[in-house]
């Protein structure tokens, strides 16, 4: 196994060394490269930059630019590359925590798409390749949003002929005909009650049984629930992530934990990011990094969570580097408990000159956190190691691609939080692809109340949203403390959405505060009403374009902002603070008392700090149920009529620019370039060749 890994590893760098230029040949489109090398761009060449890729169903592909990644240092770059091989080579794994079945289902589509001898031009084939494309974004076949299986729009029948007509390259195992895979994947891919949602979330279903993901298998939830209180010490003021990165499984009867680690499972493409993370070792800016890194690899062997909560102190402290990553099992969002992670990486570099906002932001946390409409029992005492940037991306890999987040702060356990602090990024570049991208698009005239509201929002959005980021990631998930005893995992299913609507309300709260226009981070009281208008206009009304009829809110965000912009409303009736009214027979909101929302925002922040701090799991199920999941109708059916009419889509990912070495003539790296590639379905095709390191059944 361990030799096999290695040649795969070789075989890899050498092909990813001296690989020609690619082209997909079944688009046949070449990648465009745009190699900046040592070039200098005009200004002009820099605006008809094209992040536009394609759109498909409900998404929309962009590309985003890496801003003076020429003017980098030939170490930094370098450190960069090898850091952008580790946050693609463990994309397998994302893919079977999806769902099982993901990786055999990806890797049939990917040869038909090769090695179909049929008729390409029917539109059932055509139909075939866009639910192809939607299966690679959402790295599986449920949609990586409302976690619904994708439903085809081609028949049974036709993918059977697909699979039978496809010769060479199918995942076929020994004693398997082509005949055999297609009955097999058959049902899985077309019987719509089976495997249907891989998150299940619904009051009073068993969210483990009826998920697809593949954290437990054989389980319940109250027995996956029983299996980790038995590890789990509330008294403990360092507890470890119990579960974070692990498979449950029931075996004859016996309940086991299936751990990520080299050797263990995943561990073939845990080999390969080891690999590439050595590499990355030996050109780190500085041994503080080099122990950190060390501390990673470490961890991805041994699979120790307390390694791992090592390395994220040590990572933690690493509070000012140039250029930085998150590589790992991180984010809980798609385990129905909260507790399991899905591998994720990213590799980014400062943006010095906006990571001023930030700086200030970070130099005032005790402001405000003292400030803070919260308790002050759930105060902390001493903010500190609250470290802020903001970043460009280089790479995106994992659970962050195609779809990125917009900010990140990690770490995620609260004991690292309150002893040690935290980092928060916002992602530059990737905003302004989404910006540049979007501008003129008819949205903000359909779904906005008047004039002066559009105004606002053109005038003042590009510095309020930042900043709402800024303050969402940099103070708002740093602030509050846990009561002692509480246990971190006491809010389950809706911790995350509590978390999200926690931050969001610390940065809305102050948005509207004086002491954020001394600081000089809103040059007006005008750009926080903009970011009021846009974030309630979006809670109560626009989001729900995401959702189809008849379904209900599930994905975390999405209920987090729903629960704040219901509350707000229903809570400020009395004083008609937000509106909802009819003009011409269309719904719009409009906020009529802006310091009161400011007051309303504080006092939902006050109670989800409580619910948070006392890990009062029933009034944190209360508050989502009550006011961020349902969905009124016929109001749905309305503003889903007025978004369909703008033909815009509502999800937005990218593709990766490609980042490779130049060499000399003794092998030494001279230069490492990037290039800006415009093929979706290429990179996907490409990265199913070059970054496929695990079997199909693991």
């Known amino acids: 196994m361990l030799f096999n890994t290695f040649v795969h590893v070789i075989l890899h ?32 060449e820099q605006d008809d930059f094209e992040y536009f890729v394609e759109q498909f169903d409900d998404i929309r592909v962009l ?26 080579a463990g994309r397998d794994i994302l893919w079977d925590q999806n769902f099982k079945y993901n990786l055999l289902i990806r890797k049939t589509l990917e040869a038909i798409i090769q090695n179909y001898s049929g008729n390409i031009e029917s539109d059932e084939y055509k139909a075939f390749l866009k639910y192809s494309k939607k299966v690679f974004f959402a790295n599986g076949i449920h949609h990586h949003y409302s976690s619904d299986k994708f439903k085809p729009e081609f028949s049974e029948s ?26 097999f994947l058959s049902p899985i891919i077309f019987d719509e009650s089976l495997y249907s949602k891989k998150v ?13 993901s593949n954290f437990y298998e054989g389980l319940t939830e109250k027995e996956a629930i029983d299996f980790y209180s038995k590890m789990t010490n509330p008294d403990d003021p360092q507890p470890i992530s119990v579960g974070l990165n692990s498979k449950l499984k029931k075996s004859n009867g016996v309940v086991i934990e299936e751990v990520y680690k080299s050797g263990g499972k995943y561990g073939p493409a845990i080999d390969v990011i080891i690999t590439w993370l050595d590499k990355a070792k030996s050109v780190a800016p500085d041994d503080y990094i080099k122990n950190e890194l060390e501390l990673l690899i470490e961890y991805y062997k041994t699979g120790d969570l307390k390694t791992w909560d090592e390395y994220n102190v040590a990572w933690a402290k690493n509070t000012d580097p140039s250029v930085d990553y998150i590589n790992g099992f991180i984010e809980t969002y798609e385990d129905p408990l909260g507790m399991k992670a899905t591998w994720e990486a990213i590799v980014n570099y400062t943006d010095p000159e906006a990571s001023k906002r930030t700086k200030i932001i970070t130099q005032n946390a005790q402001w405000f956190e003292v400030n803070s409409p919260i308790e002050d029992k759930y105060k902390k005492e001493k903010v500190t190691g609250i470290a802020a940037r903001v970043i460009n991306i280089a ?138 208008d846009g974030y309630i ?14 379904k209900e809110i599930e994905q975390a965000h999405m209920r987090s902002r729903s629960t704040i912009a219901h509350w707000v409303y229903e809570n400020g009736k009395k004083d008609n603070v937000v509106e909802l009214f009819q003009k011409d027979g269309k719904t719009y909101v409009r906020i009529n008392d802006y310091k009161k929302l400011q007051g309303l925002f504080g006092n939902l922040l006050k109670e989800i700090q409580r619910i948070k701090s006392e890990g009062d799991y029933e009034a944190g199920k209360s508050l989502i149920e009550n006011y961020g ?36 003539e003794q092998g030494r790296i001279i230069n490492v370039v990037i290039e800006y590639v415009d093929d979706y379905l290429g990179q996907m095709l490409e990265y199913g060749r070059d970054y496929s390191f695990l079997p199909v059944e693991n």
């Open 395 to 532: 790479m995106l890999g994992g659970d962050c691609y195609p779809a990125s987040p917009l900010g990140i702060n990690l770490p995620n356990a609260d004991w690292i939080r309150k002893e040690v602090g935290s980092k928060s990024v916002t992602l530059a570049n990737i905003t302004s692809a989404i910006d540049k991208a979007s501008q003129g698009n008819g949205f903000l005239e359909e779904f906005a109340s008047s004039e002066e509201e559009i105004n606002r929002i053109k005038k003042y959005s590009s510095i309020s949203d930042p900043l709402h980021t800024d303050l969402h990631e940099c103070v708002g998930h740093a602030s509050g403390k846990l009561a002692v005893g509480t246990d971190p995992n006491a809010l389950k299913n809706y911790a995350s959405p509590l978390e999200e609507a926690r931050a969001d309300l610390f940065a809305l709260y102050y948005m509207m505060d004086r002491k954020v226009i001394d600081l000089g981070l809103l040059p007006a009281e005008d750009a926080a009403k903009a970011a009021y």
């Open 537 to 550: 206009r979006n809670g109560l009304l626009t989001q729900i374009v995401r959702i189809k009829p008849g």
């Open 63 to 88: 590309r985003y630019k890496a801003p003076d990644f020429d003017e980098l240092p030939l170490g930094q770059k370098e450190y960069i590359y090898y850091l952008s091989e580790a946050a693609k």
């Open 13 to 44: 760098i050498m092909n990813k060394f001296f690989k020609p230029l690619i082209i997909s040949v079944m688009t046949g489109t070449m990648l465009i490269s745009c190699k900046t090398g040592n070039m200098e761009q005009s200004e002009q």
């Open 629 to 664: 999941v349902k969905i009124d109708p016929q109001l749905h059916n309305e503003i889903l009529g007025r978004y369909a009419k703008l033909n815009l889509a509502p999800y937005t990912g990218f593709i990766n620019p490609v980042i490779k070495p130049e060499y000399d």
């Open 158 to 183: 036709f993918f059977k002929e697909l699979v039978n007509n496809t010769k060479s390259g199918l995942p076929i195992a020994k004693n398997q005909t082509p005949e055999k895979l297609a009955e």
């Open 200 to 212: 299940e979330q619904r009051t009073g279903m068993d969210m483990v049984a009826g998920s697809a």
